[in-house]
Nanobody, 122 residues
């Protein structure tokens, strides 16, 4: 089972940036799709960005043009560069992996990290 460990969360002011990292304990490239998800208090977990083994990427409209997902296979690490952060981006952020085709549906992912908290103040 792939173990995923997120890091890089923190507190920033609106307009600031953070880069999240997700380190995998096994061969990252063996999973068909990796993704970033977030869950705010009282809300459902939502998909925000995914990247396929072929390099195809996808973004939710709420983060498109502000967040960038990337992979470093040599380091077996998934990244999420978050720019122009807004208070509504405040949430626990999770990385996840699946062998299914890429989708924003959290239910399709079967390996999850423990999450890292992102708080954006106005």
């Amino acid at each position: 089972q792939v173990q995923l460990v997120e890091s890089g969360g923190g507190s920033v002011q609106a307009g600031g940036s953070l880069r999240l990292s997700c380190a995998a304990s096994k061969f990252l490239f063996r999973r068909n799709c990796m993704g970033w998800f977030r869950q705010a208090p009282g809300k459902e977990r939502e998909g925000i960005s995914v990247i396929g083994r072929d390099g195809t990427v996808g973004y939710d409209n709420s983060v498109k043009d502000r967040f960038t997902i990337s992979n470093d296979y040599a380091k077996a690490t998934l990244y999420l560069q978050m720019d122009s952060l807004r208070p509504e981006d405040t949430a626990m952020y999770y990385c996840a992996a699946t062998d299914l085709p890429c989708t924003m549906d959290p239910g399709a992912f079967d390996d999850w990290g423990q999450g890292t908290q992102v708080t954006v103040s106005s």
